[in-house]
């Protein structure tokens, strides 16, 4: 299937997507400023530039979206169009993420990643559930972990899923 734009007009698009203050960073900064974190965003200085740091709990929380992130759920659909290309720019996405949550994992960061399906979508988890999964993960003390449109899941430190946390 050929692209329904032209290349002009496809990048002009690409880059209207934001890097930064996307919509589901500023619903994840809400929820952390209903539950009580002080935080930063962006912090350039630690590996992969997480969306938040809460440096009371030493915790990051990256904000992933499902497309950009390759995350195994319903909101992630290979494109029609260019799908080598894609799926290559996504891998290499992945593998970043990888490497850089093993170097803050060894720096000694308790990483969170919360996925757009948490967040909106039909599947999404509710205002309340998500509050209660962020407080719950911040203060728990746990290592690795992720949220998403199913709950909170614990992560092994090479990104698999661990059993569920109880």
Same mark, same amino acid.
């Not at 050929?2 to 209207?16: F, Q, T, Y």
């Not at 500023?26 to 952390?32: D, E, H, P, Q």
């Not at 290559?88 to 949550?101: A, L, Q, Y």
């Given at each position: 299937?050929? &692209?329904?734009?032209?290349?002009?007009?496809? #990048?002009?698009?690409?880059?209207? *997507?934001?890097? %930064?203050?996307?919509?589901?960073?500023?619903?994840? +900064?809400?929820?952390?400023?209903?539950?009580?974190? $002080?935080? %930063?965003?962006? &912090?350039?200085?630690?590996?992969? %530039?997480?969306?938040?740091? *809460?440096?009371?709990?030493?915790?990051?929380?990256?904000?992933?979206?499902?497309?950009?992130?390759?995350?195994?759920?319903?909101?992630?659909?290979?494109?029609? $169009?260019? $799908?080598?290309?894609?799926?290559?720019? *996504?891998?290499?996405?992945?593998?970043?993420?990888?490497?850089?949550?093993?170097?803050?994992? #060894?720096?000694?960061? %308790? @990483?969170?990643? @919360?996925?757009?399906? +948490?967040?909106?979508?039909?599947?999404?988890?509710?205002?309340? +559930?998500?509050?209660?999964?962020?407080?719950?993960?911040?203060?728990?003390?746990?290592?690795?972990?992720?949220?998403? #449109?199913?709950?909170?899941?614990?992560?092994?430190?090479?990104?698999?899923?661990?059993?569920?946390?109880?």
């Amino acid at each position: 299937m050929v &692209d329904v734009h032209s290349k002009a007009v496809r #990048s002009k698009n690409m880059r209207a *997507i934001a890097t %930064r203050d996307t919509a589901i960073e500023k619903r994840l +900064a809400g929820l952390l400023n209903e539950c009580g974190f $002080t935080f %930063r965003v962006q &912090d350039v200085s630690l590996a992969g %530039r997480p969306d938040f740091v *809460i440096d009371e709990h030493r915790c990051v929380i990256f904000a992933h979206g499902c497309f950009w992130h390759h995350h195994h759920c319903y909101l992630f659909k290979v494109p029609a $169009t260019r $799908t080598e290309f894609w799926l290559e720019k *996504i891998g290499k996405n992945v593998e970043r993420d990888k490497r850089d949550i093993q170097r803050l994992l #060894s720096e000694g960061w %308790r @990483v969170l990643l @919360v996925w757009e399906c +948490a967040l909106r979508g039909r599947e999404k988890l509710s205002h309340n +559930a998500l509050c209660e999964r962020l407080e719950e993960w911040v203060c728990s003390g746990g290592k690795h972990a992720q949220i998403d #449109s199913l709950g909170i899941h614990a992560l092994n430190d090479n990104g698999w899923q661990a059993p569920p946390i109880s």
